[in-house]
């Protein structure tokens, strides 16, 4: 069966979306602000176009079902942006699932078949980690959305979606059985594809986030009267550590793994005070487990040396391990198959190097994603952008891949 | 003459200053906070102990004066304190002024000449940099006043000064030529003393504090996507420039030359992102002006070698350079003396490795210090504290130096 995608509908659903929460070329939509309110009800209001019917759930998310009795297959991605971000970090995923929907739900020869759509919740992370689509498959409790709480605004998120109308509203959860798999596009928001010359990305696996908090322990004191031989100094403990792992690091890392400081704090933080006290938040990304575990074997090793040869006292602490996730071989062959057909030797397999929706729908089927290059690698920054061209290449690529996976020859 | 102080009165003195605004064994007594206004009253009711009288001025300073005809001596410090701080930083000096003012003043001996007691407001900095000493000797502008903000919670100096009643009162400004000298006891705020098992330190000079700020410029961007070769972290290119202070400073140091990065601040400081911009607060101090331009130099040496080397560019900026202040030789020598007779071996020279009311005095008359131990060396902290027996022995230090530099017999 051939899909054909409208190009230019894409680009002005795209373009649509843009303009609701526009800030400067990009967009600014948190979670359950008017913006992305407006967005989820736009959704809602197309999903007819492909044959699908829904609303907003409880937790803000939207997934459009067909009364088809036959194979489905699950697309989607979210709505929501990172405070003063891009316009396609979401909403290409959401448009290329509506898309393929269109153009795959309306052909004659879908018989009983149907791509169903979905726009998961928060992907963003203002409340939490993935709330919508881990509601989806049952990994949320009532106590979770109790306990969520806007990070930029404090608002919490009973009270918001009182707000915004939504509460009390039953959440979806997904039906045993009922997807032969699902699918998700997003932007690379690396520039591995434009470095390449590449067009299309087929992700291989969705790296687990392993995030650490290292704390130092010094004696605060006078900046002017403590002289240096006795000095506890915390921030330079800290410095230090950061230091020997980057000196360490790049040698037992992976090809593609990636670390981060992304905080340091000295405290009390004032010119003249010998910071008493040091916190570094540290961060590594890999899609392999074992080097996951080689990397926190190594800071281990390297905070236990900082606290052992002193003066200050080193303490690590994990705050939250992801498990990586694997995309399925059959999915990703019937994405490489559509990449080759309309992009022949200008698609790659690759690791997501970030957190998608993708790695919770995993947990319960077969998943995959496909990527589109980023301008410059750039993302949740308002600058964020994909060259029209390869939107529309990849979203004919994506229905493709859409029809094949449905089809159940993938 | 020989002058005797009153040891239980100087303690009863600093306790009663200890229970207005206490907190802990230390006290909270921010610049013009009711604690602060009080203390200030409580000098001014003590005063005529002395033979003394004075106000509070239009910049909350206290300068007690005498009406007699012949040499004058001024001794004080101040009376504030730093957030949730020590009950001696400040106190003692005034106290020590207030107990030599009332020996020497009321003795026989004296004549018609007189200790003079002050206390200046702001010395801790909560508005500005040692306010009410500079006001004193003329270094302080109406804009300057307009420009002071609280560093704490932001109130400007104009509606505090209003707010505590001194608002439109005439500021006091030295008068040429009255004083022989000023004096100006303080704990040593760090363990030298005490290290040594010494009683009394003299102070030579005062350090001069070469404050500066770091800002490195990289590029933000996703943790997880953004390979680590293309990274421009500017939070790793602090950390190395931290990292490389330590490796070089100590080499190219003075002996008592201390340094101290007090604040790092990583943009946005997100775990998930990419530090795009990272600023380090830096601080240099050093009695001898040539070593501080030495120590500058190599600081600039390796912010060029930073933003050479990339991938960030890193820009130096000098915030202050205060100059370092040289004790007078001859009151030095009275406080020698002094120290020698009441603690004989357990006295020594030392730069003050803080800031004092007395570098401003120095600029406009011979100027001296004296230091009492600093238990543990701990001192903008409520723990900071000095044994009865060393608070005691530096009062009787105190006025006989005072006393001998009076008589101009230092």
């Known amino acids: 069966m051939d899909v054909r995608i409208d190009g230019k509908r894409v680009l002005a659903d795209l373009t649509a979306l843009r303009t609701i929460g526009a800030y400067k070329t990009g967009v600014h939509k948190p979670t359950f602000s008017e913006p992305h309110v407006k967005s989820l009800e736009w959704l809602v209001a197309k999903l007819p176009e492909a044959g699908l019917a829904g609303g907003i759930d409880g937790i803000g998310n939207v997934v459009g079902t067909s009364s088809r009795k036959g194979p489905k297959l699950l697309a989607g991605s979210h709505l929501e942006s990172q405070n003063y971000a891009g316009w396609l970090d979401g909403p290409l995923g959401v448009v290329y699932a509506l898309e393929a929907a269109r153009v795959i739900n309306n052909h004659a020869g879908a018989g009983d078949r149907a791509v169903e759509v979905a726009s998961w919740c928060d992907e963003e992370g203002h409340f939490g980690f993935f709330l919508g689509s881990r509601s989806f498959v049952g990994g949320v409790s009532e106590a979770d959305i109790d306990a969520a709480i806007d990070r930029t605004n404090g608002e919490t998120m009973r009270a918001a979606l009182k707000r915004v109308g939504f509460a009390g509203r039953p959440r979806v959860t997904v039906e045993k059985g009922r997807y032969r798999g699902y699918i998700e596009a997003h932007i690379e928001q690396g520039d591995w594809l434009e470095t390449q010359k590449l067009a299309i990305g087929v992700v291989t696996s969705i790296v687990g986030i392993w995030q650490f908090k ?78 996951l575990k080689r990397m926190e074997a190594e800071l281990e090793t390297l905070v236990a040396e900082s606290d052992r040869e002193g003066p200050c006292r080193a303490r690590l602490e994990a705050m939250s391990r992801s498990i990586p996730a694997k995309m399925d071989e059959s999915l990703m062959a019937a994405l490489d198959r559509g990449a080759e057909k309309h992009a022949p030797g200008k698609h790659i397999r690759m690791p997501s190097g970030a957190g998608h929706d993708a790695q919770y729908l995993a947990r319960i089927m077969p998943s995959s994603m496909l990527f589109v290059p980023s301008i410059g690698g750039i993302s949740h920054h308002w600058t964020e952008n994909t060259s029209d061209a390869d939107i529309v290449l990849g979203a004919q690529v994506y229905a493709d891949a859409c029809e094949a996976m449905l089809r159940g020859a993938a």
């Open 214 to 291: 290292v704390t130092f322990t010094g004696v605060q004191n006078h900046a002017g009267t403590t002289r240096m031989a006795i000095r506890k100094d915390a921030g330079v403990a800290a410095v230090e550590l950061a230091h020997r792992i980057k000196q360490r690091f790049p040698a037992i890392a992976a090809e593609r793994t990636v670390w981060t400081v992304g905080r340091i704090t000295l405290e009390p933080g004032a010119p003249s005070i010998i910071p008493g006290r040091a916190e570094m938040l540290f961060q590594i990304r890999d899609a392999d487990e074992g080097v």
